[in-house]
């Protein structure tokens, strides 16, 4: 789990001092336990359901996003190698893509707080890519 953080802090977009590996080790040892600090004040806050459809709301986007990357790929690069065909190319995924999207509105239905919290973790952390995208670039 300490890996996209470590990732994170060398490329600039996360404080730097995540992006260091311990030479004794050859692990990201203070990623992994900022990590695992998060964890356990998030399990400490007894709040372990709304942490679940939180973290459904977080898989959802990304499933619909992946769907989304395969029509934007084939309209950017029609002509470029696939090692992997996408099943019955665009019906499959646009379905997967509309089921997606009908599962996202369901949950933020039934689940309005943390879809409330959800939307504000997504609006801070598009600000703050924003911003650290300005100070990442050379």
Known sequence: A??????????????????RIDPRTGTPVIALVVNALIGIVAIL????????VLSGFGAV???ALSMLAIFALRRRAPDLPRPFRAVAYPWFPATALALA????????WTNRGV???YAGILAGAAAYWRLA?????P
């Open 115 to 117: 879809a409330l919290v």
């Open 2 to 19: 300490g890996r996209p953080a470590l990732e994170l802090g060398r490329t600039g977009y996360a404080p730097s001092f995540l992006g």
């Open 61 to 63: 986007t990304l499933y």
């Open 133 to 137: 995208s300005r100070r990442a670039r």
């Open 101 to 108: 999207l009908v599962s996202l509105g369901a949950m933020a």
């Open 45 to 52: 806050s007894s709040r372990t359901g709304d942490l679940i």
